[in-house]
């Protein structure tokens, strides 16, 4: 089947770190015997197990957990980027925990994109991205290549002229492409929520009566309104066009 779609030889082959021995060697062995020695494969790639709780995900512990189920607790860029936290050849220990603390990192780097996004859009600079790259090319070090990922979104915070700000703004949104990452609009992003858009609708509406609050000069009613959004998870940032909301929780 591999010849007859990539050739003799093929690029990558992947599978878990317990089909080393003997599954893969074997399969070496028929490989290249079959084809009077060429080489079959130029680079394996096995992945670490990921676990739950600490234990192996198996049917017999009934801890297997699909993307299709959570996609309804978390958006699917939160479960990759989740999933990216530890190198492909390590374990990975999947927790609840761990996915909000994803989703709270996206925040973050969505954050900056929502307050940059008047900048204009302009080229990535050459060269910003050499550590992010010199991290996927290490054996793809994908939490290297994310810890860059957010020295970028500092030095954008950090920049004092709007023309760095937009030049950083480039490199993060280019830099998650190559991840499948900060793919959405950042107003879109925030506004993800695992329950109905009724709920969404209901935030907005407890933000928009804070902000008419503060318009009348009513602190009271801000302060108390301000009080019932973060008891729902909700962080409110005032800006000088509005305000902003985003999940904590």
């Given at each position: ?201 209901g935030i907005?509406?407890?933000?928009e009566a ?26 409110v940032e ?12």
């Amino acid at each position: 089947m591999i010849e007859q779609h990539l050739g003799a030889s093929i690029d990558i082959h992947g599978g878990g770190q317990d089909l080393i021995l003997p599954h893969h060697e074997n399969e070496i062995a028929q490989g290249t015997c079959a084809h009077d020695g060429e080489l079959y494969c130029r680079y394996w790639v096995h992945n670490g197990f990921v676990t739950v709780g600490g234990r192996k995900m198996s049917k017999s512990l009934g801890n297997v957990l699909l993307v299709r189920d959570l996609l309804d607790e978390a958006p699917g860029e939160a479960i990759r980027f989740a999933l990216l936290g530890a190198h492909y050849r390590q374990p990975l220990d999947w927790s609840v925990d761990g996915l909000a603390q994803a989703r709270r990192g996206l925040d973050r780097l969505y954050g900056v994109l929502r307050d940059f996004g008047d900048l204009p859009d302009v080229p990535c600079v050459p060269g910003l991205l050499d550590t992010f790259e010199a991290a996927l090319e290490d054996d793809l070090n994908f939490p290297e290549a994310i810890a860059e990922l957010f020295r970028v979104a500092k030095a954008a915070r950090q920049a004092t002229t709007a023309a760095d700000r937009a030049t950083y703004k480039a490199a993060l949104r280019n830099a998650g492409g190559l991840l499948g990452l900060l793919q959405e609009e950042p107003a879109a992003w925030f506004e993800h929520a695992p329950g109905e858009v009724g709920e969404i609708a209901g935030i907005q509406r407890l933000v928009e009566a804070r902000q008419a609050a503060r318009s009348a000069r009513d602190y009271a009613t801000a302060d108390r309104i301000r009080a019932e959004l973060a008891s729902l998870g909700i962080t409110v940032e005032d800006r000088a066009d509005g305000s902003a909301w985003r999940r904590t929780g």
